[in-house]
């Protein structure tokens, strides 16, 4: 979904998604790199000369693989956001841009559109942990349990050397 940087008013603009879009839930997954299965938005769109600031919250429900143990996990990620985009080169330009330490800050946008998918996908790539584990705050496995969780199973029967089996009936007088 594209906003021309025309259509946002003087007073801004909200923007809101409930849930099922398929371009948002597109975004969330590939920056969250699992399969993301609810993403609910509230963005304010404000224009200042010819930079759009983008504030509210964003939140995407996710299934994928814990990173420690592989087993499937239920994790809701996001937050609150406040990002900003500048004019940036002409789409579809390939030619390389040296950033300097304010351009780390902001976001771009071409020919007036700022897509509104690169926009969750930054955001969700910043909100994203380093590492999705199931002991993460707001993360849990599809089973419910954790992987450092204890897993309950039969204890595994002790073999004793058939060379010391005389010495097992032993008692030892303290």
């Known amino acids: 979904m594209k ?8 007073a801004g603009l909200e923007v809101e998604l409930d849930g099922r879009e398929k371009w948002a839930l597109e975004a969330a997954s590939d ?9 609910e938005a509230l963005l304010d769109f404000q224009v200042i000369e010819r930079t759009i600031l983008i504030s509210g919250e964003a939140w995407a429900e ?3 693989g814990c990173d420690r143990c592989g087993s499937g996990l239920l994790a809701r990620i996001g937050g609150p956001l406040k990002l900003a985009y ?8 390939q030619g390389s841009r ?10 771009f946008y071409t020919q007036g559109n700022i897509e509104l998918s690169a926009v969750l996908q930054e955001h969700f790539a910043l909100a994203a942990p380093g ?3 199931c002991e993460a705050l ?6 419910g349990e954790s992987c450092l969780a204890p897993k309950s199973s039969p204890e595994p029967e002790k073999s ?3 060379r010391f089996a005389a010495l097992q009936g032993l008692k030892l007088d303290e």
């Open 160 to 162: 004793v050397d058939p």
């Open 62 to 64: 996710l299934e994928r």
């Open 31 to 39: 920056a969250l790199e699992g399969k993301a299965t609810r993403v």
């Open 138 to 143: 707001g993360v849990r496995l599809a089973d």
């Open 98 to 107: 040296e950033l300097a330490g304010e351009d780390m800050d902001v976001g």
């Open 131 to 133: 590492r999705l584990a």
């Open 3 to 10: 906003i021309r940087l025309d259509q946002i008013p003087t």
């Open 86 to 93: 500048i004019p940036g080169g002409k789409q579809g330009d």
